[in-house]
């Protein structure tokens, strides 16, 4: 049974640094997608950043800026989320998700085309909290 459970959370200064972590048990696809979201109270869930598992293509969303980058440890089967730089605005639950079995590249083309959605998703995590304070 696939399980993803985040760490790393947790209160910094606006201008800190945060390093999620997702680690996936029994998630071994190599042709897979694994993405960040996170949603701020009263807001709606929005896409972080994703990544192919089989490499070679990774996905922001425009409120990045550069700051954050997402990687994979495939040998820890570990997702990371470094986050530099971070704001106020950046305060929010961090949920790691994984899509439900292979995908293809073609996954990634889409995401770039219509964004990062949570419906394209079927593994989810509990959430790790971010706070950044001015």
């Known amino acids: 049974q696939v399980q993803l459970v985040e760490s790393g959370g947790g209160s910094v200064q606006a201008g800190g640094s945060l390093r999620l972590s997702c680690a996936a048990s029994?998630?071994?696809?190599?042709?897979?997608?694994m993405a960040w979201f996170r949603q701020a109270p009263g807001k709606e869930r929005e896409g972080v950043a994703a990544l192919y598992t089989g490499g070679g293509s990774t996905y922001y969303g425009d409120f990045v800026e550069g700051r954050f980058t997402i990687s994979l440890d495939n040998a820890e089967n570990t997702l990371y989320l470094q986050m530099n730089y971070l704001k106020p605005e950046d305060t929010a639950m961090y949920y790691c998700?994984?899509?439900?079995?292979?995908?293809?590249?073609?996954?990634?083309?889409?995401?770039?085309?219509?964004?990062?959605?949570?419906?394209?998703?079927?593994?989810w995590g509990q959430g790790t909290q971010v706070t950044v304070s001015s």
């Open positions: 029994e998630y071994t696809y190599s042709r897979a997608s």
């Open positions: 998700a994984a899509t439900k079995g292979d995908v293809g590249m073609s996954f990634m083309t889409t995401v770039q085309a219509l964004g990062l959605r949570s419906a394209l998703f079927g593994y």
